[in-house]
DNA sequence: GACATCAATATTGTTAACAAATTACCCGGC
DNA sequence: GCCGGGTAATTTGTTAACAATATTGATGTC
Protein backbone atom coordinates (compact mmCIF):
# COMPACT_ATOMS: atom_id res chain seq x y z
CA UNK A 1 0.00 0.00 0.00
CA UNK A 2 0.89 3.65 -1.08
CA UNK A 3 1.55 6.14 2.21
CA UNK A 4 0.76 9.11 0.03
CA UNK A 5 -3.24 8.61 0.70
CA UNK A 6 -2.14 7.98 4.42
CA UNK A 7 -0.26 11.30 4.86
CA UNK A 8 -2.77 13.55 2.98
CA UNK A 9 -4.48 13.35 6.13
CA UNK A 10 -2.36 13.07 8.99
CA UNK A 11 0.22 16.02 7.50
CA UNK A 12 -1.97 19.50 6.97
CA UNK A 13 0.54 20.61 4.54
CA UNK A 14 3.36 23.10 6.35
CA UNK A 15 2.99 25.77 3.59
CA UNK A 16 -0.62 26.40 4.21
CA UNK A 17 -1.76 27.33 7.84
CA UNK A 18 -4.99 25.88 8.96
CA UNK A 19 -7.24 28.33 10.24
CA UNK A 20 -8.08 27.00 13.12
CA UNK A 21 -4.26 26.68 14.06
CA UNK A 22 -4.17 29.89 13.15
CA UNK A 23 -6.88 31.42 14.99
CA UNK A 24 -5.42 29.61 17.62
CA UNK A 25 -1.75 31.89 17.56
CA UNK A 26 -3.56 34.39 17.59
CA UNK A 27 -5.62 33.79 20.52
CA UNK A 28 -2.73 32.36 22.45
CA UNK A 29 -1.06 35.39 21.79
CA UNK A 30 -3.72 37.47 23.23
CA UNK A 31 -3.55 34.66 26.12
CA UNK A 32 0.17 34.94 26.68
CA UNK A 33 0.24 38.92 27.05
CA UNK A 34 2.24 39.21 23.78
CA UNK A 35 -1.18 41.33 22.48
CA UNK A 36 -1.89 43.52 25.43
CA UNK A 37 -5.76 44.49 26.37
CA UNK A 38 -6.54 47.95 24.22
CA UNK A 39 -3.63 47.14 21.98
CA UNK A 40 -5.17 47.71 18.12
CA UNK A 41 -4.83 44.65 15.90
CA UNK A 42 -4.17 45.72 12.01
CA UNK A 43 -5.33 43.08 9.53
CA UNK A 44 -2.52 44.12 6.96
CA UNK A 45 0.05 43.55 10.01
CA UNK A 46 -1.36 40.10 10.63
CA UNK A 47 -1.48 39.16 7.33
CA UNK A 48 1.94 39.78 6.61
CA UNK A 49 2.91 38.14 9.83
CA UNK A 50 1.78 35.27 9.10
CA UNK A 51 1.64 34.93 6.07
CA UNK A 52 -1.84 34.68 5.42
CA UNK A 53 -4.06 36.61 3.51
CA UNK A 54 -6.40 39.78 4.63
CA UNK A 55 -9.43 37.83 4.18
CA UNK A 56 -8.32 35.16 6.71
CA UNK A 57 -7.39 37.35 9.28
CA UNK A 58 -10.58 39.32 9.22
CA UNK A 59 -12.26 35.31 9.82
CA UNK A 60 -10.03 34.72 12.45
CA UNK A 61 -11.21 38.29 13.97
CA UNK A 62 -14.83 37.37 13.97
CA UNK A 63 -14.36 34.38 15.94
CA UNK A 64 -12.38 35.92 18.60
CA UNK A 65 -15.04 38.26 18.84
CA UNK A 66 -17.85 36.04 19.40
CA UNK A 67 -15.39 34.29 21.76
CA UNK A 68 -15.22 37.35 23.48
CA UNK A 69 -11.14 38.37 23.20
CA UNK A 70 -11.37 41.25 20.79
CA UNK A 71 -13.49 44.37 20.28
CA UNK A 72 -14.73 44.89 16.80
CA UNK A 73 -15.41 48.66 15.72
CA UNK A 74 -16.43 49.69 12.39
CA UNK A 75 -14.12 51.32 10.09
CA UNK A 76 -12.06 51.39 13.67
CA UNK A 77 -10.59 47.67 13.47
CA UNK A 78 -10.18 45.68 16.04
CA UNK A 79 -8.48 45.53 19.59
CA UNK A 80 -7.66 43.07 21.97
CA UNK A 81 -11.06 43.31 24.80
CA UNK A 82 -10.52 44.80 27.93
CA UNK A 83 -12.53 43.33 30.18
CA UNK A 84 -14.46 45.77 33.00
CA UNK A 85 -14.71 44.92 36.53
CA UNK A 86 -18.23 44.35 36.20
CA UNK A 87 -17.69 42.16 33.13
CA UNK A 88 -15.14 40.16 35.16
CA UNK A 89 -17.74 39.29 38.01
CA UNK A 90 -20.16 38.62 35.82
CA UNK A 91 -18.14 36.44 33.96
CA UNK A 92 -17.13 34.73 37.57
CA UNK A 93 -20.63 33.94 38.57
CA UNK A 94 -21.20 32.14 35.02
CA UNK A 95 -17.78 30.40 35.91
CA UNK A 96 -18.81 29.48 39.63
CA UNK A 97 -22.35 27.71 38.24
CA UNK A 98 -20.89 25.98 35.24
CA UNK A 99 -17.51 24.52 36.84
CA UNK A 100 -19.80 23.20 39.97
CA UNK A 101 -22.27 20.99 37.49
CA UNK A 102 -18.86 19.98 35.60
CA UNK A 103 -17.17 18.51 38.44
CA UNK A 104 -20.26 17.13 39.93
CA UNK A 105 -20.61 15.37 37.06
CA UNK A 106 -17.00 14.37 36.44
CA UNK A 107 -17.07 13.10 40.06
CA UNK A 108 -19.80 10.62 39.04
CA UNK A 109 -18.01 9.46 36.25
CA UNK A 110 -14.86 9.18 37.26
CA UNK A 111 -12.66 6.47 37.41
CA UNK A 112 -9.39 5.26 38.75
CA UNK A 113 -7.29 6.00 36.24
CA UNK A 114 -9.13 9.63 36.13
CA UNK A 115 -7.63 10.23 39.68
CA UNK A 116 -4.51 8.96 39.27
CA UNK A 117 -4.18 11.02 36.00
CA UNK A 118 -5.28 14.74 37.75
CA UNK A 119 -2.97 13.20 40.49
CA UNK A 120 -0.44 13.70 38.12
CA UNK A 121 -1.32 17.17 36.51
CA UNK A 122 -1.67 18.24 40.40
CA UNK A 123 1.82 17.34 41.41
CA UNK A 124 3.24 18.71 37.90
CA UNK A 125 1.79 21.90 39.21
CA UNK A 126 3.84 21.86 42.77
CA UNK A 127 7.05 20.91 41.06
CA UNK A 128 6.63 24.09 38.55
CA UNK A 129 5.98 26.10 42.33
CA UNK A 130 9.04 24.51 43.45
CA UNK A 131 10.91 25.70 39.88
CA UNK A 132 9.21 29.01 40.12
CA UNK A 133 8.51 28.29 36.56
CA UNK A 134 5.42 30.64 36.34
CA UNK A 135 4.83 29.30 32.47
CA UNK A 136 4.90 25.54 33.45
CA UNK A 137 2.43 26.25 36.46
CA UNK A 138 -0.35 28.23 34.70
CA UNK A 139 0.15 25.33 31.89
CA UNK A 140 -0.13 22.94 34.34
CA UNK A 141 -3.23 24.80 35.89
CA UNK A 142 -4.96 25.00 32.55
CA UNK A 143 -4.74 21.24 32.28
CA UNK A 144 -5.64 20.34 35.60
CA UNK A 145 -8.92 21.55 34.87
CA UNK A 146 -9.63 20.84 31.43
CA UNK A 147 -9.00 17.25 31.95
CA UNK A 148 -11.72 17.91 35.25
CA UNK A 149 -14.07 19.68 33.32
CA UNK A 150 -13.73 15.98 30.10
CA UNK A 151 -14.56 13.93 32.94
CA UNK A 152 -17.91 15.30 32.94
CA UNK A 153 -18.12 14.32 29.08
CA UNK A 154 -20.11 17.23 28.29
CA UNK A 155 -18.32 18.68 25.56
CA UNK A 156 -20.68 22.02 25.48
CA UNK A 157 -20.35 22.42 28.94
CA UNK A 158 -16.39 21.89 28.71
CA UNK A 159 -16.02 24.17 25.44
CA UNK A 160 -18.15 27.16 27.57
CA UNK A 161 -16.29 26.91 30.47
CA UNK A 162 -12.94 26.92 28.69
CA UNK A 163 -14.03 30.25 26.89
CA UNK A 164 -15.07 31.78 29.71
CA UNK A 165 -11.78 30.88 31.32
CA UNK A 166 -9.34 32.81 28.15
CA UNK A 167 -11.58 35.72 28.87
CA UNK A 168 -10.21 35.73 32.36
CA UNK A 169 -6.95 33.94 31.37
CA UNK A 170 -4.19 34.18 34.15
CA UNK A 171 -1.61 35.19 32.07
CA UNK A 172 -3.45 38.44 30.75
CA UNK A 173 -2.77 40.46 33.71
CA UNK A 174 -0.28 37.88 35.40
CA UNK A 175 -2.69 37.29 38.14
CA UNK A 176 -1.68 34.87 40.88
CA UNK A 177 0.22 37.72 42.31
CA UNK A 178 0.61 36.51 45.75
CA UNK A 179 2.76 33.59 46.75
CA UNK A 180 -0.40 32.95 49.73
CA UNK A 181 -2.80 32.26 47.07
CA UNK A 182 -0.54 29.52 44.98
CA UNK A 183 -0.47 27.33 48.59
CA UNK A 184 -4.29 27.94 48.31
CA UNK A 185 -4.25 26.88 44.77
CA UNK A 186 -2.17 23.72 45.51
CA UNK A 187 -4.06 22.76 48.50
CA UNK A 188 -7.73 23.53 46.65
CA UNK A 189 -6.52 20.74 43.77
CA UNK A 190 -5.58 18.35 45.90
CA UNK A 191 -8.80 18.54 47.94
CA UNK A 192 -10.95 18.71 45.05
CA UNK A 193 -9.37 15.48 43.68
CA UNK A 194 -10.35 13.94 47.04
CA UNK A 195 -13.35 15.02 46.51
CA UNK A 196 -14.25 14.26 42.81
CA UNK A 197 -12.65 10.21 44.17
CA UNK A 198 -15.15 10.25 46.75
CA UNK A 199 -17.67 11.45 44.95
CA UNK A 200 -18.90 14.04 47.59
CA UNK A 201 -20.66 16.21 45.46
CA UNK A 202 -21.52 18.79 48.65
CA UNK A 203 -17.76 19.24 49.08
CA UNK A 204 -17.36 19.45 45.86
CA UNK A 205 -19.31 22.54 45.75
CA UNK A 206 -17.88 24.27 48.28
CA UNK A 207 -14.42 23.45 47.14
CA UNK A 208 -15.35 24.80 43.66
CA UNK A 209 -16.74 28.03 44.71
CA UNK A 210 -13.93 28.83 47.04
CA UNK A 211 -11.33 27.73 44.26
CA UNK A 212 -12.83 30.32 41.79
CA UNK A 213 -13.86 33.10 44.70
CA UNK A 214 -10.07 33.06 44.73
CA UNK A 215 -9.18 32.94 41.26
CA UNK A 216 -11.56 35.86 41.30
CA UNK A 217 -10.00 37.54 43.84
CA UNK A 218 -6.47 37.51 42.38
CA UNK A 219 -7.69 38.07 38.60
CA UNK A 220 -9.36 41.85 40.29
CA UNK A 221 -6.38 42.19 42.27
CA UNK A 222 -4.24 42.31 39.33
CA UNK A 223 -6.88 44.25 37.00
CA UNK A 224 -6.94 46.94 39.78
CA UNK A 225 -2.96 47.51 39.68
CA UNK A 226 -2.37 47.45 36.00
CA UNK A 227 -5.22 50.37 35.75
CA UNK A 228 -3.76 51.90 38.04
CA UNK A 229 -0.49 51.96 36.78
CA UNK A 230 -2.36 52.97 33.07
CA UNK A 231 -3.98 55.73 34.20
CA UNK B 1 -23.34 73.02 7.49
CA UNK B 2 -25.99 70.70 5.96
CA UNK B 3 -27.53 68.03 8.30
CA UNK B 4 -26.29 64.58 6.63
CA UNK B 5 -23.46 64.54 9.78
CA UNK B 6 -25.78 64.44 12.16
CA UNK B 7 -28.48 61.92 10.73
CA UNK B 8 -26.05 59.57 9.49
CA UNK B 9 -25.19 57.91 12.74
CA UNK B 10 -29.71 58.27 13.55
CA UNK B 11 -30.63 56.85 10.52
CA UNK B 12 -29.03 53.65 9.58
CA UNK B 13 -30.40 54.15 5.85
CA UNK B 14 -32.62 51.99 4.65
CA UNK B 15 -30.62 51.01 1.36
CA UNK B 16 -27.94 49.39 3.21
CA UNK B 17 -28.73 46.80 5.79
CA UNK B 18 -27.11 46.82 9.04
CA UNK B 19 -24.73 43.46 9.55
CA UNK B 20 -26.84 42.78 12.97
CA UNK B 21 -29.98 42.68 11.29
CA UNK B 22 -28.81 40.69 8.34
CA UNK B 23 -27.42 38.02 10.82
CA UNK B 24 -30.49 38.47 12.69
CA UNK B 25 -32.65 38.12 9.80
CA UNK B 26 -31.33 34.68 8.89
CA UNK B 27 -31.42 33.65 12.91
CA UNK B 28 -34.96 34.30 12.80
CA UNK B 29 -35.65 32.14 9.99
CA UNK B 30 -33.79 29.40 10.65
CA UNK B 31 -35.68 29.44 14.64
CA UNK B 32 -39.17 29.90 12.79
CA UNK B 33 -38.14 26.57 10.59
CA UNK B 34 -38.26 28.70 7.54
CA UNK B 35 -34.58 27.46 6.79
CA UNK B 36 -34.56 23.49 8.17
CA UNK B 37 -32.30 21.64 10.20
CA UNK B 38 -29.76 19.30 7.57
CA UNK B 39 -31.02 22.28 5.16
CA UNK B 40 -27.87 23.66 3.22
CA UNK B 41 -27.41 27.28 3.05
CA UNK B 42 -26.18 28.63 -0.84
CA UNK B 43 -24.14 31.62 -0.04
CA UNK B 44 -24.96 33.11 -3.73
CA UNK B 45 -28.24 32.17 -3.06
CA UNK B 46 -28.99 34.52 0.02
CA UNK B 47 -26.77 36.71 -0.94
CA UNK B 48 -29.10 37.36 -3.99
CA UNK B 49 -32.14 37.04 -1.98
CA UNK B 50 -30.86 39.77 0.46
CA UNK B 51 -29.09 41.98 -1.80
CA UNK B 52 -25.97 41.74 0.03
CA UNK B 53 -22.57 40.92 -1.01
CA UNK B 54 -21.35 37.11 -0.51
CA UNK B 55 -18.94 38.12 1.70
CA UNK B 56 -21.08 39.71 4.13
CA UNK B 57 -23.29 36.20 3.65
CA UNK B 58 -20.06 34.20 4.80
CA UNK B 59 -19.22 36.64 7.72
CA UNK B 60 -23.33 35.96 9.19
CA UNK B 61 -22.17 32.42 8.52
CA UNK B 62 -19.21 32.53 11.07
CA UNK B 63 -20.94 34.25 13.46
CA UNK B 64 -24.05 31.63 13.10
CA UNK B 65 -21.68 28.87 13.53
CA UNK B 66 -20.44 30.04 17.26
CA UNK B 67 -23.79 30.65 17.97
CA UNK B 68 -24.26 26.78 17.18
CA UNK B 69 -26.95 27.50 14.29
CA UNK B 70 -25.00 26.56 11.74
CA UNK B 71 -22.66 24.05 10.88
CA UNK B 72 -19.74 25.18 8.04
CA UNK B 73 -17.48 22.38 6.28
CA UNK B 74 -14.81 23.55 4.39
CA UNK B 75 -15.42 23.37 0.58
CA UNK B 76 -19.01 21.82 1.21
CA UNK B 77 -20.68 24.74 2.73
CA UNK B 78 -23.03 25.27 5.48
CA UNK B 79 -26.39 23.53 6.21
CA UNK B 80 -28.52 24.64 9.50
CA UNK B 81 -27.30 22.65 12.67
CA UNK B 82 -29.26 19.38 13.43
CA UNK B 83 -28.78 18.35 16.96
CA UNK B 84 -27.78 15.19 18.37
CA UNK B 85 -29.56 13.69 21.25
CA UNK B 86 -26.46 14.11 22.94
CA UNK B 87 -26.49 17.94 22.41
CA UNK B 88 -29.47 18.35 23.42
CA UNK B 89 -28.77 16.64 27.03
CA UNK B 90 -25.50 18.34 27.34
CA UNK B 91 -27.32 21.92 26.38
CA UNK B 92 -30.36 21.43 28.79
CA UNK B 93 -28.26 20.34 31.61
CA UNK B 94 -26.24 24.07 31.19
CA UNK B 95 -29.15 25.99 30.96
CA UNK B 96 -30.41 24.22 34.36
CA UNK B 97 -27.21 25.39 35.97
CA UNK B 98 -27.56 28.94 34.15
CA UNK B 99 -31.19 29.35 34.49
CA UNK B 100 -31.14 29.02 38.48
CA UNK B 101 -28.70 31.31 39.16
CA UNK B 102 -29.99 34.04 36.65
CA UNK B 103 -33.63 33.54 38.84
CA UNK B 104 -31.83 33.81 42.00
CA UNK B 105 -29.59 37.14 40.97
CA UNK B 106 -33.30 38.22 39.47
CA UNK B 107 -34.77 37.58 42.72
CA UNK B 108 -32.28 39.44 44.83
CA UNK B 109 -32.64 42.22 42.39
CA UNK B 110 -36.22 42.53 41.40
CA UNK B 111 -38.88 45.40 42.00
CA UNK B 112 -42.61 45.93 42.49
CA UNK B 113 -42.51 47.39 38.65
CA UNK B 114 -40.64 44.11 37.58
CA UNK B 115 -43.44 41.71 39.11
CA UNK B 116 -46.39 43.95 37.34
CA UNK B 117 -44.48 43.51 34.16
CA UNK B 118 -43.72 40.01 34.18
CA UNK B 119 -47.37 39.07 35.71
CA UNK B 120 -48.70 40.98 31.89
CA UNK B 121 -46.55 38.59 30.10
CA UNK B 122 -47.31 35.82 31.52
CA UNK B 123 -51.39 36.96 31.04
CA UNK B 124 -50.02 37.44 27.41
CA UNK B 125 -48.96 33.91 27.21
CA UNK B 126 -52.18 32.76 28.37
CA UNK B 127 -54.09 35.09 26.43
CA UNK B 128 -52.41 33.78 23.16
CA UNK B 129 -53.00 30.21 24.72
CA UNK B 130 -57.05 31.08 24.84
CA UNK B 131 -56.96 32.35 20.94
CA UNK B 132 -54.95 28.94 20.11
CA UNK B 133 -52.01 31.33 18.61
CA UNK B 134 -48.94 29.57 18.72
CA UNK B 135 -47.03 31.68 16.86
CA UNK B 136 -47.52 34.69 19.64
CA UNK B 137 -47.00 32.03 22.28
CA UNK B 138 -43.73 31.25 21.43
CA UNK B 139 -43.15 35.25 21.46
CA UNK B 140 -44.88 35.67 24.61
CA UNK B 141 -42.70 32.57 26.26
CA UNK B 142 -39.38 33.70 25.09
CA UNK B 143 -40.23 37.75 25.96
CA UNK B 144 -41.42 36.34 29.29
CA UNK B 145 -37.96 34.52 30.13
CA UNK B 146 -35.76 36.84 28.63
CA UNK B 147 -37.32 39.46 30.93
CA UNK B 148 -36.75 37.47 34.00
CA UNK B 149 -33.25 37.20 32.87
CA UNK B 150 -32.45 40.38 32.21
CA UNK B 151 -33.26 41.47 35.76
CA UNK B 152 -30.47 39.23 37.21
CA UNK B 153 -28.30 42.67 35.76
CA UNK B 154 -25.72 39.86 34.67
CA UNK B 155 -25.77 40.63 30.46
CA UNK B 156 -22.97 38.31 29.99
CA UNK B 157 -25.03 35.21 31.98
CA UNK B 158 -28.18 36.82 29.91
CA UNK B 159 -26.60 36.28 26.44
CA UNK B 160 -25.52 32.95 27.33
CA UNK B 161 -28.53 31.66 28.31
CA UNK B 162 -30.47 33.23 24.86
CA UNK B 163 -27.76 31.56 22.90
CA UNK B 164 -28.83 28.04 24.24
CA UNK B 165 -32.16 28.40 24.50
CA UNK B 166 -31.86 29.54 20.61
CA UNK B 167 -30.19 26.09 19.63
CA UNK B 168 -32.92 24.41 20.78
CA UNK B 169 -35.49 26.87 19.89
CA UNK B 170 -39.38 25.77 20.13
CA UNK B 171 -40.07 26.33 16.77
CA UNK B 172 -37.28 24.45 15.06
CA UNK B 173 -39.09 21.49 16.18
CA UNK B 174 -42.63 22.89 16.95
CA UNK B 175 -42.31 21.20 20.13
CA UNK B 176 -45.22 21.81 23.02
CA UNK B 177 -47.14 19.46 21.34
CA UNK B 178 -49.10 18.09 23.92
CA UNK B 179 -51.84 20.63 25.22
CA UNK B 180 -50.92 19.06 28.78
CA UNK B 181 -47.56 20.30 28.61
CA UNK B 182 -48.98 23.81 27.54
CA UNK B 183 -51.19 23.87 30.91
CA UNK B 184 -47.92 22.80 33.20
CA UNK B 185 -45.83 25.54 31.36
CA UNK B 186 -48.10 28.22 32.02
CA UNK B 187 -48.76 27.31 36.26
CA UNK B 188 -44.77 27.26 36.40
CA UNK B 189 -44.58 30.64 34.91
CA UNK B 190 -47.22 32.07 37.22
CA UNK B 191 -45.30 30.05 40.43
CA UNK B 192 -41.84 31.17 38.92
CA UNK B 193 -43.15 35.06 39.25
CA UNK B 194 -44.52 34.45 42.77
CA UNK B 195 -41.21 32.69 44.22
CA UNK B 196 -39.06 35.83 42.49
CA UNK B 197 -41.43 38.19 44.01
CA UNK B 198 -41.26 35.83 47.76
CA UNK B 199 -37.25 36.00 46.67
CA UNK B 200 -37.81 32.35 47.70
CA UNK B 201 -34.46 31.22 46.43
CA UNK B 202 -35.18 27.65 47.20
CA UNK B 203 -38.49 26.98 45.63
CA UNK B 204 -36.83 29.16 42.04
CA UNK B 205 -34.34 26.26 42.36
CA UNK B 206 -36.71 23.86 42.22
CA UNK B 207 -39.23 25.76 39.87
CA UNK B 208 -36.86 25.98 37.41
CA UNK B 209 -35.34 22.48 37.16
CA UNK B 210 -38.91 21.15 36.65
CA UNK B 211 -39.58 23.79 34.05
CA UNK B 212 -36.31 23.35 32.10
CA UNK B 213 -37.26 19.22 32.49
CA UNK B 214 -40.51 19.81 31.08
CA UNK B 215 -38.96 21.79 27.68
CA UNK B 216 -36.44 19.18 27.34
CA UNK B 217 -39.12 16.13 27.37
CA UNK B 218 -41.10 18.46 25.41
CA UNK B 219 -37.91 18.75 22.53
CA UNK B 220 -37.01 15.50 22.97
CA UNK B 221 -39.92 14.16 22.08
CA UNK B 222 -40.61 16.27 19.31
CA UNK B 223 -36.95 15.48 18.11
CA UNK B 224 -37.41 12.10 18.02
CA UNK B 225 -40.69 12.00 16.18
CA UNK B 226 -39.27 14.25 13.51
CA UNK B 227 -36.10 11.81 12.81
CA UNK B 228 -39.19 8.45 12.87
CA UNK B 229 -40.51 10.71 9.99
CA UNK B 230 -37.03 10.88 8.16
CA UNK B 231 -35.78 8.17 8.10
C1' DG C 1 -29.10 -3.27 -14.67
C1' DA C 2 -25.33 -1.90 -11.43
C1' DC C 3 -21.04 0.10 -10.87
C1' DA C 4 -16.93 2.76 -11.79
C1' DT C 5 -14.85 6.51 -14.39
C1' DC C 6 -14.64 10.82 -16.16
C1' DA C 7 -16.36 15.25 -17.75
C1' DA C 8 -19.50 19.23 -16.75
C1' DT C 9 -21.52 22.13 -13.50
C1' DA C 10 -22.15 24.33 -9.26
C1' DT C 11 -20.29 26.05 -5.11
C1' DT C 12 -16.90 27.53 -2.05
C1' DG C 13 -12.11 29.56 -1.09
C1' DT C 14 -8.63 33.06 -2.27
C1' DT C 15 -6.65 36.94 -4.09
C1' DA C 16 -6.16 41.55 -5.68
C1' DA C 17 -7.84 45.88 -6.83
C1' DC C 18 -10.73 49.62 -5.58
C1' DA C 19 -13.98 52.54 -2.53
C1' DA C 20 -15.09 54.49 1.96
C1' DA C 21 -13.93 55.86 6.40
C1' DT C 22 -10.87 57.06 9.89
C1' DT C 23 -6.68 58.82 11.73
C1' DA C 24 -2.53 61.60 11.57
C1' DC C 25 -0.37 65.48 10.23
C1' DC C 26 0.43 70.05 8.69
C1' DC C 27 -0.70 74.76 8.44
C1' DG C 28 -2.80 79.16 9.30
C1' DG C 29 -5.35 82.07 12.43
C1' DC C 30 -6.14 83.85 16.94
C1' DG D 1 0.94 78.14 22.38
C1' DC D 2 -3.46 76.23 21.04
C1' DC D 3 -7.43 75.38 18.36
C1' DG D 4 -9.83 74.40 13.86
C1' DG D 5 -9.84 73.09 9.19
C1' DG D 6 -8.33 70.63 5.62
C1' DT D 7 -5.30 67.47 3.19
C1' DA D 8 -2.46 63.14 3.05
C1' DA D 9 -1.74 58.65 4.61
C1' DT D 10 -3.36 54.64 6.76
C1' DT D 11 -6.69 51.27 7.49
C1' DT D 12 -10.91 48.99 6.88
C1' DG D 13 -15.00 47.61 3.83
C1' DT D 14 -16.61 45.91 -0.67
C1' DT D 15 -16.59 44.02 -5.01
C1' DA D 16 -15.36 41.17 -8.75
C1' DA D 17 -12.58 37.93 -10.98
C1' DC D 18 -10.19 33.66 -10.58
C1' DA D 19 -8.71 29.06 -8.46
C1' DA D 20 -9.81 24.87 -5.91
C1' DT D 21 -13.01 21.61 -4.50
C1' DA D 22 -17.21 19.07 -4.42
C1' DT D 23 -21.40 17.49 -6.60
C1' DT D 24 -23.95 15.94 -10.42
C1' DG D 25 -24.80 13.53 -14.54
C1' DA D 26 -23.51 10.96 -18.47
C1' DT D 27 -21.04 7.30 -20.53
C1' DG D 28 -19.19 2.91 -21.06
C1' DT D 29 -18.02 -1.63 -19.24
C1' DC D 30 -18.95 -5.83 -16.95
Redesign the pocket.
Known amino acids: MNTATKEKKTTPKKS?MD?QSFVSRIENMILTGKFKPRE??????LSEMFG?????V?DAFKVLETKGLVT???????VVSELSQQEVEEIFVIRAALEQVALRLSAQNSTAVDIKVLRKMVKKFEDAHRDDDFVVMVAADTNFHDYAFQMSRNKTLRRMINDLRNRCHIIRYSAWSSPTILEQVMEEHRLIVDAIEARDVAALNKLSERHISHGKEAYLLRLKAENALLR
Chains 1, 2 share one sequence.
Open positions: KFRLIEAAVSRYTRVTPFRGV
